[in-house]
Every structure is written in structure tokens, then in C-alpha cells.
């Protein structure tokens, strides 16, 4: 009994040593034996559909010493699925990333830096064929690329054409101001079923102070931090603070929405017609022609002060330092900028390719859906000359979300005055001193 | 368990190994720590070893990336000094706490004891008031954010065809946790079930006797009812505290933890600086030094309940 029993013991362990074993052999990036095609292994964040659409374009790619591999994973929880497999180095050899996350990685040397691929590579896969703006933000501090940027992130304000006809109000266009836009909340707020006129989560969340920045560099004023990924300093000057002013007063009189108000279901409420004007990306447009709105819509620049000023993001594509090999991960990362947006943005617009000569498909589709005020938004945003960053790209990123929530929105709520600015922006300043 | 002598001729028979224990002795007890080895393994590696990383990455700065750094009480000085979002996430736990505690109670308490009474349908009525607790929480929650929506969801158009006021629920900064907890009262069929049972083990001697003496029903409630079922609600007490503490889902899922911080918990704060979203690098160490401020008020609340309970907890000493 006893020998049953060890015996038993012994091949359970022995059992459980293969799976482990076998488990941790099977997960990760897999370079493909060293006769045989090297598997290049993909992961995004995309839907299920936009993901068949990328599995059907990559298919096509042709390399006869590089097999591509999309991996299958459900598009939700993206961010917890990242951190473990950083965590377990298991990351595939691409993964979609967005800009803070490529900062932040490559500062802890996680990733491959392309720079010198971008920069010295054969053909016209190179820096310039990109948005500037796009390229800038993916360096870090030292010149570094851990990963390239692949679409952008356009925002603007998506408005209700009905209701600003029915109340006889101008539509918004390129050139009106952030004067016209409260004024314009004034007269939409409460009037037929909706109840502020403006919903601008990008301004009363936690990246408002970062939003703000557009009113007071439009105005000739300095953004709140000089810059999002490796900033020095932030600051609160007397425009900033007018434009703080002039938003604070707007939450008050009801017009805008205030801090605290769950944005979550702000766009199914813009297309039912109950939120008239908001704050938002340009990737809406590809739900809207999905789920067509019962309104009649458009998309404008934000508004201006003085110049046109916008925001800036973009997502990208990013490998991990221990891809096998960079050179069969490189084709492979050239092949989706260069083609595969070709053959998924036409079906599902969702944003504008960084790389510039790949962006004509999603014009294309968005005219063709006669979503021409989003084809003009989206290329002023694209040529603005004053753009901000959205949020902080630091690794105490997270630090300022919490500081903005005890310090900025109480401000803007009118629970807290407007010369408490100050000791909030010192506050951001220690954390910069901090980080640096 | 095994009972280990020392002489006779049975002991002769099986053989005595050197310290006295018979071998068949010494196989049983060789048999039951084989029994309690998974368990015992299941404690070390699931609750022992989290429980002593867990306060090691306390003391470090960890991100889960690279190697933890030893920075010995910087992550609690940290958090009692200077992170703006702790103390206000102690006082949305205190305050939930203070809020469901006790309403759960005597809901449940109330409840429990109309599903005492003899009536037709009595089953029916039992099953439909624990029903939310065998639903999947999620959706439930899901459910009432969009009751709570102040301009679709139903509350409000139905108090507003009513011609009663209506509310910001879960976006009012002082609305926004009596709204969560009134969601959280929606599972107190948990409470419910357990108060019932305790209920049906009173002895109905004792009721039938007070009947006899002419005791009205808050005599009866207070003098019989609630001294024999006082060592349930001691439990009930703890476990409600103790769950109160740790609330998650339902200010996850309405709120996010706002506005501001007004639904902000500590079990919140610990998961969005463990667990960031998408783009922010965990911190883990902190998080970890939150995890072991919150064990020790948990530790501390039950002690200081325990210690107190002898004052209002009914104990019979002679049925030792």
C-alpha cells in the first residue's frame, strides 16, 4: 500500500513537473526552430471583426523564411493581459501599444528600439513618411523608438446638427471659439431631453488640466506642462487660469456637464439625441456608420482663442526586447503599416494610419459614408501646427490622476477657488522633481 | 485520533515500534498528514507565501517589471503623508461601512423574521428574497447602473412621474454612496438566510412561556428573540464588517470610485495602483502596503468586536 502510494506520489509530482514545464515552454514569442520559418506572433486590441479583417490582410503577406502568427485573444481586459505576459516575458513579438506605454517600457529597456531601422532602413519605410507630430512623441528622451506609432488619435467636437438648427445656432466650423461653444451650451442645455449642452469628459476628467492647455495656447499662453513624455516643469498661467475660469463658470450656470458625470454612455446618448455637443475622438465615426445615429451630426476642431490648437495621440506597435528576430519582426511590422490598414479601413474607418501614404484608404471609406466633416476634422487636426499632449507618458503618470481628482476638479465644481491653482500645479512640480 | 497504547496483547500482536507506537499507529498517523498535506500545501502556497511576499513588496517599490527595490516604510509614509487619494479612501470605507453595516442588519434581521411567520406562499417569498444573491453580481450591478442613470434610467422617470424630486444618484458627490449601498442591500438575502436559521433554532418553549406570562411582541423580541439569536448576530456582525471592508464590485461598477473620491474604497485604490489601466505602470509595491493597512483594520475591527461582544451577547454557561 505504502509503495502504491509513493508511486503515486512520484508520478503525480513527475506529472505535474512536465506540465509546468511543458506550460512554460509553450507561451511566449516563438522564434521557429533554426531550420524552419521564424514565427513572427501578433496581438492587438481590436474586435473580433476588425481582427479577422487583419488575420485575412496578413495572409497575403509573403515571405518564404517568416510565417506570421495573429494570436487569438479576446479583445476586453487589454491591459491586464499585457502586464502578465510582461510580467511572465511572454510578450508576442508585435503587440499594439499606445504611447505611454512604449515610453514607459522602453525607459525599463522592455523593448526593441527601431530608430536606427526607421532612420537608415531601405525604401521609403522611413521617419518622414510619418506624422511628425506622431514620431516626435514615440522618442523618448535619448532618441529611442520603442516601437512605431500606426494610427492616430484625432479629437474634436461632435455636435447635433439638428438641435443647434433647431435653436437656430451656427454650426460649428473651423475658427470658432471656446466663447462660441459655451454659448452655444447655454442655449442647448435642457431642451429636448437633454440636459447639459456640452459633455466633455477630455475637459472635467482626470486629463482636463491637460485639455485646457488648448485654450491657453491658443490664446498665446504657455500648456500646462512643456512636455507630456519628459516634462520639466508645469505651470498655470494667467490664460490657463482664464480658461479655467471660463469653464468653471459654465459647469455653474449648467451648460456643461460637471466633473463626476459618467461619461460612459455619452455616445449612445449624443446618437439618441439627448447630449448635443461632446468631446470626442474621431473613432466614433466608425460606430456611427455602423450604428447610425437618429440625428444628423458632424465633427468640428475644437474650438480656438486666437490659433488653431488640437491635441495629439496616437497608438502603435511595439516588441519586446527578447523577440528572436528583430529583422523577420521588422518586415513584419512594415508589412501592417504599409498594407494591412489598406484592406481594414475601408470596412471599419476608425483612424487615420501614421504613416502617411497609407491614409488615403480611410479618406476614402469616410467620403464614401459622406462623413465629410470627419475627413475635414481629421485633416486639420493632422496639419495643426500648436498641438498638446493628452496626458502625462511617465511611469508616476498615474500619481496625477489622484491629484487632479482631490485638487483640479473641486475647482472646476466651484467647491474649491481658482486661486487654489497654484497649489495644485506646485504639486504636479513635485512630482516632476520627484520623477526626475 | 489514533488511540496509542501502550500494552496488551493486541499491541504484542501487531508489534511495537521503539517510541511505543504500534506500526499500524504510526502508518494512521502517516495517513492523516498525507490527508491534511493538500491542505495544509493549499494554505502555505495560496495564503501563507502571498501573505509574506505581500508584505516584503510592501516594502519595496515593484512595478512587476523590473526588480523590486527595498525602500523599507516609503510606501507607508507615502501613503499617510502625501497620496492625495488615501484618506479620502478611508473615510468612503468608513462611511460604507457605517452606512451598511447596520442597515443590513436589520433588513436582513426584519426580513428574516417576516419569512419566520406562518403563511401561504411563505416559500415563495423566501425564494424571492435571497434570488439577487444566486445572481451573477456583475449583472445585477450593471442593472442598477442604468436604473440609477439620472436622465434615462427608470428611478428618476419614475419619481418624476410621480411629481417627487429626482436625484443625481450615482453622480451627486453626496447621493453617490447611499446609492451604492442601496445597491449592496439588494444581496441581503444573504443576511436574510442566516438570521432565519437562527431564528428557527430558538427554542418555541421560550415564546410559548412568555405567552403565558402575558409578554407583548417587543418584549418577546427584545428579551427572547434577540438574546438567543445574539451570538448569529456577533457573526453577522464580523462577517458584514469584514465584508463592508473590502467592497469592490458594486463602486467598480456604478461609479468607478467618484465622483471625486466619494465612492473611492481602499479595495478600489488597491486595485487601480496594482492593476492600472492600460498605459499607467502598476505599483505594485504600494499597492501591497495598502493591501496590509487594510488586514490590519480588518484584524482590528473584529478584535475590538470580539472584545466586546460579552456586553450584548447572550451566552448560556450552563449547557457546558
Same mark, same amino acid.
Given at each position: ?436 | ?30 495517513? &492523516? ?15 501563507? /507565501? ?5 508584505? /516584503?513588496?510592501?516594502?519595496?517599490? /515593484? ?45 436582513? %434581521? ?13 416559500? +415563495?417569498?423566501?425564494?424571492?428574497? /435571497? ?22 434610467? %427608470?428611478?428618476?422617470?419614475? %419619481? ?37 436559521? &437562527? ?20 418584549? +418577546? ?71 496590509? +493597512?487594510?488586514? +490590519? ?14 456586553l450584548w451577547t447572550y451566552s448560556d454557561s450552563t449547557s457546558d
Open positions: 500500500m505504502r509503495i502504491v502510494v509513493k508511486r503515486t506520489i512520484g508520478v503525480t509530482a513527475l506529472a505535474c513537473a512536465g506540465l509546468l514545464t511543458a506550460t512554460a515552454c509553450s507561451g511566449g514569442s516563438d522564434g521557429g526552430s533554426s531550420d524552419g520559418p521564424v514565427t513572427v506572433k501578433v496581438m492587438t486590441w481590436e474586435s473580433a471583426e476588425t481582427n479577422a479583417a487583419i488575420k485575412k490582410a496578413l495572409a497575403d503577406f509573403k515571405d518564404d523564411n517568416v510565417k506570421v502568427e495573429l494570436l487569438e485573444t479576446p479583445s476586453g481586459q487589454y491591459g491586464d493581459k499585457l502586464a502578465s505576459l510582461t510580467q511572465a516575458k511572454q510578450l508576442p513579438d508585435l503587440f499594439w501599444c499606445g504611447n505611454d506605454t512604449e515610453q514607459q517600457y522602453t525607459s525599463q529597456g522592455l523593448l526593441v528600439d527601431w530608430a536606427d531601422k526607421l532612420n537608415n532602413g531601405d525604401g521609403d519605410f522611413k521617419a518622414d513618411k510619418f506624422v511628425p507630430s506622431a514620431i516626435e512623441n514615440w522618442k523618448t528622451a535619448d532618441g529611442q523608438m520603442g516601437g512605431l506609432p500606426s494610427l492616430m488619435n484625432t479629437y474634436g467636437v461632435w455636435y447635433n446638427a439638428d438641435a443647434f438648427t433647431a435653436a437656430g445656432i451656427p454650426l460649428p466650423k473651423a475658427g470658432w471659439t471656446w466663447d462660441d461653444m459655451y454659448a452655444a451650451a447655454a442655449k442647448l442645455a435642457n431642451k429636448n431631453g437633454a440636459k447639459y449642452g456640452l459633455v466633455a469628459d477630455q475637459l472635467t476628467g482626470p486629463d482636463g488640466p491637460f485639455t485646457m492647455s488648448m485654450y491657453s495656447v491658443s490664446a498665446g499662453g504657455a500648456p500646462f506642462t512643456d512636455n507630456v513624455n519628459h516634462p520639466t516643469k508645469a505651470e498655470a498661467d494667467d490664460k490657463y487660469k482664464e480658461g479655467v475660469e471660463k469653464l468653471t463658470a459654465a459647469i455653474k450656470n449648467g451648460s456643461v456637464a460637471p466633473p463626476g458625470y459618467d461619461a460612459a454612455n455619452v455616445q449612445s446618448l449624443f446618437a439618441a439625441g439627448k447630449v448635443p455637443m461632446t468631446f470626442g475622438g474621431q473613432w466614433l465615426a466608425a460606430g456611427f456608420q455602423t450604428d447610425k445615429p437618429k440625428i444628423k451630426y458632424g465633427f468640428a476642431p475644437f474650438p480656438q482663442v486666437q490659433t488653431p490648437t488640437t491635441l495629439y495621440d496616437s497608438v502603435g506597435i511595439c516588441t519586446p526586447q527578447y523577440t528572436k528576430d528583430q529583422d523577420a519582426t521588422y518586415k513584419v511590422l512594415q508589412y501592417i503599416n504599409t498594407k494591412v490598414w489598406d484592406a481594414v479601413l475601408p470596412a471599419s474607418p476608425v483612424a487615420p494610419p501614421a504613416y502617411t501614404p497609407a491614409q488615403t484608404s480611410y479618406f476614402d471609406a469616410l467620403t464614401k459614408a459622406q462623413q465629410q466633416t470627419v475627413v475635414d476634422t481629421v485633416k486639420a487636426d493632422l496639419s495643426a501646427e500648436k498641438t498638446v499632449g493628452v496626458r502625462f507618458t511617465t511611469q508616476w503618470a498615474s500619481q496625477v490622476g489622484d491629484l487632479t481628482t482631490a485638487n483640479y476638479q473641486p475647482i472646476l465644481s466651484g467647491k474649491k477657488p481658482i486661486t487654489d491653482l497654484p497649489a495644485y500645479v506646485d504639486k504636479i512640480n513635485g512630482l516632476i522633481k520627484q520623477g526626475s | 485520533m489514533t488511540a496509542v497504547t501502550t500494552g496488551g496483547p493486541a499491541n504484542r500482536k501487531r508489534g511495537r515500534t521503539r517510541g511505543g507506537m504500534s506500526r499500524n499507529a504510526g502508518s494512521d498517523v502517516r495517513a &492523516a498528514y498525507l490527508f491534511i498535506a493538500p491542505a495544509v500545501i493549499g494554505f502555505l502556497v495560496f495564503v501563507g /507565501y502571498p501573505l509574506i511576499r505581500s508584505f /516584503y513588496l510592501a516594502l519595496t517599490k /515593484y512595478n512587476g517589471l523590473t526588480d523590486p527595490v527595498f525602500v523599507g516604510l516609503g510606501n507607508f509614509r507615502r501613503l499617510f503623508t502625501t497620496d492625495p487619494a488615501f484618506w479620502p479612501a478611508l473615510r468612503a470605507t468608513g462611511y460604507l461601512v457605517l452606512l451598511y453595516v447596520p442597515l443590513s442588519l436589520i433588513l436582513g %434581521l426584519a426580513l428574516a423574521m417576516f419569512c419566520n411567520q406562518r403563511f401561504a406562499g411563505v416559500r +415563495v417569498v423566501r425564494t424571492l428574497a /435571497y434570488l439577487p444573491v444566486v445572481l451573477p453580481a456583475v449583472a445585477t450591478i450593471t442593472l442598477w447602473k442604468f436604473i440609477l442613470d439620472p436622465q434615462v434610467g %427608470l428611478m428618476n422617470t419614475i %419619481l418624476d412621474r410621480l411629481g417627487l424630486p429626482t436625484s443625481l444618484w450615482l453622480q451627486s458627490s453626496t447621493m453617490s454612496m447611499p446609492s451604492v449601498v442601496l445597491v449592496m442591500l439588494w444581496g441581503v438575502g444573504g443576511t436574510m438566510i442566516i438570521f432565519l436559521a &437562527a431564528l428557527q433554532s430558538v427554542p418555541t418553549e421560550l415564546y410559548e412561556a412568555a405567552k403565558v406570562d402575558g409578554a407583548g411582541p417587543w418584549s +418577546v423580541f427584545f428579551r427572547i428573540t434577540m438574546p438567543m439569536i445574539s451570538p448569529i448576530m456577533l457573526l453577522q456582525v464580523i462577517l458584514q464588517t469584514t465584508a463592508a471592508l473590502q467592497t469592490f464590485n458594486q463602486p467598480k461598477i456604478l461609479t468607478n470610485g467618484g465622483p471625486g473620491f466619494s465612492t473611492k474604497v481602499l479595495m478600489l485604490s488597491i486595485y487601480e495602483n496594482g492593476f492600472p489601466t492600460l498605459g499607467r505602470i502598476p505599483q505594485l509595491g504600494y499597492a501591497s502596503a495598502q493591501v496590509w +493597512v487594510l488586514f +490590519v483594520i480588518i484584524i482590528a475591527v473584529i478584535a475590538l468586536t470580539a472584545k466586546f461582544s460579552s
